[in-house]
């Protein structure tokens, strides 16, 4: 229970608010207290109760995610000390990513995506305990952990679409940016605390804890899975789904690219995550060769990378009302130039603040991004949207990984960092043109239709929202579609 929290919006004092079950006056939208927890802005979401199960359930199993990334980019530097394996390795757990997630999205949007997610979390499990016993018994050698990185990746092409596409049959569309905004802050809530834990436990206990310590938490969000009523899901409805992949794959892509919003996003998404966002790479190699703090500043800077990305998804959850183009290219060009300062400090101190920094800038961008495509994407398509997201944001890291530890096997962790965020900027530069020519984009009217054929049945009536642009760059979909409750009455990753 959240009580007297004192986030007031519009001069309105948060007041104590229940967990909005069936017998809750918080869920019944009556007597004292009957918004529950939509009276704070900021945990708006919360208050549907299968959101709620996946949220805490994420919390306690991404911790545990945090921890098995800090001691598997360790455990190959200490057995090989090359940067470039270490980029190998993260290649290899990303490639499948790359390769497929337009599959695992065209599952996504056939099959139940509670299901799907039991099944990919229970896989991944599995595979945190074929970590630990080959890490505990000393057997471990750098391609075990390549083959175990590639199972994980191909795990999460199915995971990822499936998981960033069920928030909005948790939620609905009304607290979608609100709920995308909660999960980035449980997201990085963990990677404050998983990353931190896992320095610590190196130091005194060595590598293989961590490894186990994450097995277990998958628990956590099976339970939270298990226990959602599936009745409560906002699942579309006889929506017509065509038998052949390949042509639904080749919908999805289509609808992406004559979607402007969408196809901005992505672009920007592809250039971010490909050159910039290579954290797994450069931090390690930071500690160890820049600042030569070893595995415990290496767990300070995971952790604060995280706190300032959480402070961003708790400021845009109780801020922001719509997703914004104006925000998706400010908080990447924030994100390119604090990048440039980075590459540039050679103490820990003040690279510990930069890093807080980027980390703000990276949540506001990722958040952004996904909000803009959940809310320009039917129901019908929106796992193949979300499957394009997943390959761009997380599946382009072994391009980005390879690339980054090459040259930081050259020019160091610094001289990489530099260069991979001048291609950030190009993109940065691209998206501010697009910003500026925005009514160039804009039919009679203020719409952009996206010129592709719509499905026939239901589906079909959900195409005319997305794409539309507003003045500022903004989708202009319905306002219930995306905007944030108001003060008064509430009307809306991933990751």
Request: net charge positive.
């Amino acid at each position: 229970m959240l009580a007297s929290v004192g986030l007031g919006i519009g001069g309105r004092r948060g007041r104590e608010v229940g967990c909005g079950g069936p017998g809750d006056p918080a869920s019944r939208g009556g007597g004292p207290g009957r918004h529950g927890w939509r009276d704070i802005r900021v945990f708006s979401a919360l208050h549907h109760r299968n959101f709620r199960l996946f949220w805490f359930g994420q919390i306690i199993s991404v911790t545990g995610t945090w921890m098995q990334s800090i001691g598997q980019a360790w455990l190959v530097l200490q057995l090989t000390h090359n940067a470039f394996l270490l980029g190998v390795v993260s290649a290899l757990q990303f490639l499948p990513v790359l390769v497929l997630s337009l599959v695992g999205g065209v599952v996504a949007d056939k099959l139940p995506k509670r299901r799907l997610l039991m099944f990919t979390q229970t896989v991944a499990m599995i595979q945190a305990f074929a970590m630990f016993a080959l890490a505990a018994t000393g057997t471990v050698r750098v391609w075990h952990v390549m083959v175990l990185a590639a199972c994980l990746g191909t795990v999460n092409a199915l995971d990822m679409p499936t998981r960033q596409a069920f928030i909005t049959e948790m939620v609905g569309r009304d607290d979608l940016m609100n709920a995308i905004s909660l999960n980035s802050a449980q997201f990085n809530a963990s990677r404050v605390v998983g990353p931190g834990i896992a320095g610590v436990l190196i130091a005194v206990l060595g590598i293989p804890p961590l490894f186990l310590v994450n097995a277990v938490s998958y628990v956590a969000v099976l339970v939270g899975l298990a226990m959602m009523d599936p009745t409560r899901l906002h699942a579309p409805v006889g929506a017509r789904v065509s038998d052949r992949p390949l042509r639904q794959i080749r919908d999805g892509v289509a609808f992406a690219w004559r979607t402007p919003p969408i196809r901005l996003a992505l672009l920007m998404i592809f250039a971010v995550s490909t050159f910039g966002m290579n954290f797994n790479i450069i931090l390690p190699l930071l500690a160890e060769r820049t600042f030569r703090t070893g595995a415990t500043g290496y767990g300070v800077m995971s952790s604060l990378l995280g706190f300032g990305s959480l402070v961003a998804a708790l400021v845009l959850a109780g801020t922001v009302k719509r997703p914004r183009v104006g925000l998706l290219v400010a908080s990447a060009g924030a994100f390119s130039v604090l990048e440039i300062v980075l590459a540039r400090i050679q103490a820990p101190i003040p690279a510990y603040g930069a890093l807080a920094l980027i980390g703000f800038a990276t949540i506001a961008f990722a958040a952004t991004a996904n909000t803009l495509l959940q809310t320009n994407s039917p129901d019908a398509m929106r796992g193949r949207v979300m499957a394009l997201y997943s390959m761009l944001f997380a599946g382009s890291t072994p391009i980005g990984a390879l690339a980054i530890g090459a040259l930081a096997g050259r020019v160091g962790a610094s001289g990489a960092l530099f260069i991979g965020a001048l291609p950030c900027l190009a993109a940065v530069a691209y998206g501010a043109s697009v910003w500026r020519a925005t009514a160039a984009f804009r039919a009679p009217g203020g719409t952009v239709a996206p010129d592709v054929e719509a499905d026939s049945g239901p589906a079909a009536s959900q195409r005319a929202a997305p794409g539309t642009l507003a003045p500022d760059g903004a989708p202009a979909v319905s306002p219930a579609a995306i905007a944030l409750p108001s003060a008064a009455e509430p009307a809306s990753r991933s990751a």
